[in-house]
């Protein structure tokens, strides 16, 4: 119930006899002050109510995207953040320094084959406080590699089955939304001239893995990326990378705002398809 009186300057003000509140001055939409009524609660200044004058308490939290990956997804990740913009969040594991010392031994933020995805993200999940809004991501370049061209890959294609398998059940365990990103290709001419790297690739194998993993995605209900078929109708391998593996700087604005285009049409609520936005 509301009880109106006058206050000194004859203006009616409000006590709300059910509620402890009160306020002493007239009410400020009638006082010229500038800012909406309201009524104060006892223990709470009034001022200490936001209103529409304050942004950045109005501001929802932005989205967070949590990228895991090789060397790949750092350097595309450089601009991923700018590409989505303020109402997303993009974050990765630490080392990005240590990374960089070199692109080709996993350390630091590039995580390297699944088996190390699987170590990483299980250890993170462990902790009950890995909640990011979308997880994006990818591993393949690593296990696909070969200490001579007739060696053995690093990690078999069993092993790389049961690796994503067992991260796509630890996900759906742990209620964490999250989509996987395909391998990027390689040219077997331009990565394996140069004998000194240590190891080789074979964009058959690269075919090979990505096929197991569309698979197993398919079977989790994950949503797939296909950073390959983007990545590859962006020109001819010549114009494409930069070294062995890695592309060119314009290739990954390219790919991040290819990414940036698929994860806001998923957070719109938009068909979003193995080759992104439909």
């Avoid at 809004?133 to 049961?162: E, W």
């Avoid at 742990?174 to 990103?181: C, E, K, L, S």
């Avoid at 990027?184 to 090979?208: Q, V």
């Avoid at 593996?245 to 979003?272: C, M, P």
Wanted: net charge positive.
């Amino acid at each position: 119930m509301h009880r109106f009186r006058r206050s000194a300057n004859g203006l009616p003000c409000i006590r709300h006899r059910g509620l402890n509140t009160r306020r002493k001055e007239c009410p400020s939409w009638l006082s010229n002050a500038g800012r909406p009524f309201v009524l104060g609660v006892q223990g709470f200044p009034l001022d200490s109510f936001p209103t529409a004058s304050d942004n950045n308490l109005m501001k929802p939290a932005p989205l967070m995207i949590y990228s895991v990956g090789d060397s790949i997804s750092i350097q595309y990740g450089e601009y991923l953040g700018e590409m989505l913009g303020e109402k997303f969040q993009v974050k990765r594991r630490d080392g990005d320094r240590e990374a960089q010392e070199n692109w080709n031994i996993p350390k630091g933020s590039n995580s390297g084959d699944s088996s190390r995805v699987l170590e990483f993200l299980k250890a993170r999940m462990a902790t009950g406080n890995f909640r990011p809004d979308l997880l994006i991501f990818n591993c393949g370049l690593h296990d696909v590699k070969r200490r001579t061209p007739d060696g053995s890959v690093q990690v078999s294609m069993a092993a790389y089955r049961a690796n994503l398998e067992e991260l796509a059940n630890l996900l759906k365990l742990h209620g964490i939304p999250a989509a996987w990103i395909r391998i990027t290709h390689s040219n077997d001419s331009i990565h394996n001239k140069d004998s000194a790297l240590g190891f080789y690739r074979f964009s058959a194998d690269i075919e090979a893995y990505n096929h197991v993993a569309d698979e197993v995605m398919e079977a989790a209900d994950l949503p797939v990326i296909d950073l390959e078929g983007f990545t590859k109708r962006l020109g001819t391998d010549d114009q494409l990378f930069l070294d062995h593996v890695h592309f060119q700087k314009n290739v990954r604005r390219l790919q991040a705002g290819f990414l940036a285009g698929w994860i806001q049409s998923y957070f719109a609520g938009k068909t979003v398809g193995k080759c992104g936005p439909v």
